[in-house]
């Protein structure tokens, strides 16, 4: 079995690593073109034309209070483990030290595992080890007879935390103490305030969409203002609703073809406007250079529905029309940079 041993340069690595796959963002273009047929007065139907930019108009000076899912990093607690088997006593602290015959915990049973698992300290004082919590385990553990991942630590919140970092304190004759650090990332329904400004800092402004690690089939909607060097993200995720409620695949190599049923919506609360749909879509899934992830790399989804269109909170320079309404069109999401989560 290929074990992983760890040096100071492969520590290094692999925590940088993890550290820029969970921050990185996938960004592309959210575009509609949408056609939407309103009734103006009795009788009187006007066709109207509702793309991103009309989105972005009707959303400029918008307040709105929701719930939306958050990716968010979370320092566990920390537990202090004194004269544990995992770490080195004594007088060679801060040396190599080989590990053997370590417990490890699988599906809640703690077993014993006894491939070598090197550890090489960080410089500097106190002296900081960082290690993966997670290591595959095969059949040389005992009391388990087929490949497995077992846990190093699975308490104190660690169940869920790839990397560990273990700094040496105080201890008192003949025993080392270090407290162990994990972090992971976890979702939690979080209540947002989104406030989008009733005029732009530039001339130029975008819809787009940003997903993420671990599950980049969730759309977060933005406006991004300004030039590719200088931008303003204005956070419109509560504005909309972005729903998968039926999807066959397809699967050639690390490659899917998703054909799906969805849901795309306009809340509307925003003077008065907002829109249902029904989308019969088709999304292809995919690597993208710099991340180990699988993203959605494009999509196209056609869409029909009904709504309500509304004076925009910040008057526009051509009246537009306001009236019940059914529309159809399209929206695509297309393009694709990786960025760092500056959110």
Same mark, same amino acid.
């Given at each position: 079995?290929?074990?992983? #041993?760890?040096?100071? =340069?492969?520590?290094?690595?692999?925590?940088? =690593?993890?550290?820029?796959? $969970?921050?990185?963002?996938? #960004?592309? %273009?959210?575009?509609?073109?949408?056609?939407?047929?309103?009734?103006?007065?009795?009788?009187?139907?006007?066709?109207?034309?509702?793309?991103?930019?009309?989105?972005? $108009?009707?959303? &400029?000076?918008?307040?709105?209070?929701?719930?939306?899912?958050?990716?968010?990093? #979370?320092? %566990?607690?920390?537990?202090?483990?004194?004269?544990?088997?995992?770490?080195?006593?004594?007088?060679?602290?801060?040396? !190599?030290?080989?590990?053997?015959?370590?417990?490890?915990?699988?599906?809640?049973?703690?077993? /014993?595992?006894?491939?070598?698992?090197?550890?090489?300290?960080?410089?500097?004082?106190?002296?900081?080890? /960082?290690?993966?919590?997670?290591?595959?385990?095969?059949?040389?553990?005992?009391?388990?007879?087929?490949?497995?991942?077992?846990?190093?630590?699975?308490?104190?919140?660690?169940?869920?935390?790839? !990397?560990? /970092?273990?700094?040496q304190g105080t201890g008192g004759t003949n025993e080392t103490v270090f407290t162990v650090f994990g972090t992971s990332t976890n979702s939690s329904e979080q209540q947002v305030t989104n406030i989008v400004p009733a005029q732009f800092a530039s001339k130029s402004q975008?819809?787009?969409?940003? +997903?993420?690690?671990?599950?980049?089939?969730?759309?977060?909607?933005?406006?991004?203002?300004?030039?590719?060097?200088?931008?303003?993200?204005?956070?419109?995720?509560?504005?909309?609703?972005?729903?998968?409620?039926? &999807?066959v695949s397809q699967t050639k190599g690390s490659a899917s073809t998703d054909y799906l049923d969805l849901s795309i919506d306009l809340i509307g609360d925003l003077a008065g406007t907002g829109f249902q749909t029904e989308a019969n879509g088709k999304q292809v899934r995919?690597?993208?250079?710099? +991340?180990?992830?699988?993203?959605?790399? +494009?999509?196209?989804?056609?869409? #029909? =529905?009904?709504?309500?269109?509304?004076?925009?909170?910040? /008057?526009?320079? &051509?009246?537009?029309?306001?009236?019940?309404?059914?529309? +159809?069109?399209?929206?695509?999401?297309?393009?694709?940079?990786?960025?760092?989560?500056?959110?």
């Amino acid at each position: 079995m290929n074990r992983m #041993v760890l040096s100071l =340069g492969l520590v290094l690595a692999c925590t940088i =690593g993890k550290a820029d796959a $969970q921050d990185a963002l996938w #960004v592309q %273009n959210a575009n509609f073109a949408l056609k939407a047929q309103v009734q103006v007065s009795d009788g009187v139907v006007k066709s109207y034309a509702i793309n991103s930019k009309t989105l972005i $108009q009707y959303l &400029k000076g918008a307040t709105n209070v929701g719930l939306r899912s958050v990716s968010e990093t #979370v320092t %566990n607690a920390t537990i202090v483990v004194t004269n544990d088997v995992r770490f080195p006593a004594g007088t060679n602290v801060g040396a !190599d030290f080989v590990l053997t015959n370590y417990p490890v915990v699988i599906n809640g049973v703690t077993y /014993t595992d006894t491939d070598p698992l090197s550890f090489h300290p960080l410089p500097g004082e106190p002296v900081t080890y /960082t290690f993966p919590n997670s290591v595959d385990v095969g059949t040389n553990i005992t009391g388990f007879d087929t490949n497995a991942t077992g846990l190093i630590f699975a308490t104190g919140g660690f169940e869920n935390a790839t !990397d560990i /970092t273990a700094i040496q304190g105080t201890g008192g004759t003949n025993e080392t103490v270090f407290t162990v650090f994990g972090t992971s990332t976890n979702s939690s329904e979080q209540q947002v305030t989104n406030i989008v400004p009733a005029q732009f800092a530039s001339k130029s402004q975008r819809l787009i969409v940003k +997903s993420s690690l671990p599950d980049t089939e969730t759309f977060f909607f933005f406006i991004r203002d300004g030039t590719p060097k200088s931008f303003v993200d204005y956070d419109v995720t509560t504005f909309f609703h972005y729903a998968q409620l039926a &999807k066959v695949s397809q699967t050639k190599g690390s490659a899917s073809t998703d054909y799906l049923d969805l849901s795309i919506d306009l809340i509307g609360d925003l003077a008065g406007t907002g829109f249902q749909t029904e989308a019969n879509g088709k999304q292809v899934r995919g690597k993208v250079n710099g +991340s180990d992830g699988i993203f959605v790399r +494009s999509l196209s989804a056609t869409c #029909v =529905g009904s709504g309500t269109a509304g004076t925009p909170i910040v /008057t526009p320079l &051509k009246p537009v029309p306001e009236g019940p309404m059914v529309l +159809s069109g399209k929206f695509t999401v297309n393009g694709g940079k990786l960025e760092q989560n500056n959110q």
